[in-house]
């Protein structure tokens, strides 16, 4: 008899959630635990635009920053063995849900709109979303959004623990 064939390997183990849920953070701890590259969307959307996200917004606006984000995402799910980051949009698109989905696990950072705004608040790489005051706009945001990250996650972990309690209820998660 032939020996049972191993499950393969998921091409992708990628992160969801709002701004400030710790995505890249995370997302840079967990692949070292998993021995795995770890590609951040937003960095790599800043690189093939050759701008940054709030130029980006500003010169092109967001639809094409959203085309931009989907185009991206799609190449980088194209790599093996990858902790990925995503944008906190980036579950806007259908496409990326659905690529994301087949990739591999997908990781929901829960976190509650006030801690939310609290690690983003003044930071101007993350251009306004709406003509909301900060924090109201996180919590709009992400009552938006929230249905979203939920469809997609395979694993939901407390994203307001210290990171390497968010980087252990991933594991476990996936385990
Ligand atoms: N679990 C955590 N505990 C405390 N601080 C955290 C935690 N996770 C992230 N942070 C801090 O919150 C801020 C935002 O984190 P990070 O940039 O990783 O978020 P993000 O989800 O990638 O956001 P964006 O969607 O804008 O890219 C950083 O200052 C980071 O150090
Ligand atoms: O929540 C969002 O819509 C965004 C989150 C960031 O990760 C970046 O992708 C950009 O600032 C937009
Ligand atoms: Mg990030």
Redesign the pocket.
């Known amino acids: 008899m032939s020996e049972p064939v191993p499950p393969a390997a998921p091409a992708a183990v990628s992160l969801v959630g ?2 400030g849920s710790g ?1 890249s953070t995370i997302g840079r701890l967990l692949a070292e635990r998993l021995g795995r590259r770890f590609v951040d ?2 960095e790599q ?1 800043a690189r093939v635009a050759g701008r940054s ?1 709030p130029e980006i ?1 500003v010169l092109h606006g967001e639809t094409a ?1 959203r085309l931009l ?1 989907a185009e991206v995402i799609t190449a980088l799910l194209e790599q093996d063995s990858i902790v990925l980051a ?5 579950v ?1 698109s259908l496409e990326s849900r659905q690529k994301l989905v087949a990739a591999g696990p997908v990781v929901y950072l829960e976190a509650d709109p006030a801690t939310l705004h609290a690690r983003t608040a003044g930071d101007e ?3 306004p ?1 709406t003509d909301l005051p900060a924090e109201e706009e996180m919590a709009a ?1 992400l009552a938006d ?1 929230e249905p979203l990250y939920r469809e997609v996650a395979s694993v939901v972990v407390d994203a307001t623990a210290e990171p390497e309690a968010v980087v252990a209820a991933i594991l476990a998660g996936l385990s």
């Open positions: 709002a701004r995505k969307a937003d959307i996200i917004f920053f984000e995503t944008g906190g949009g980036a806007l790489n993350r251009p979303l945001v959004r």
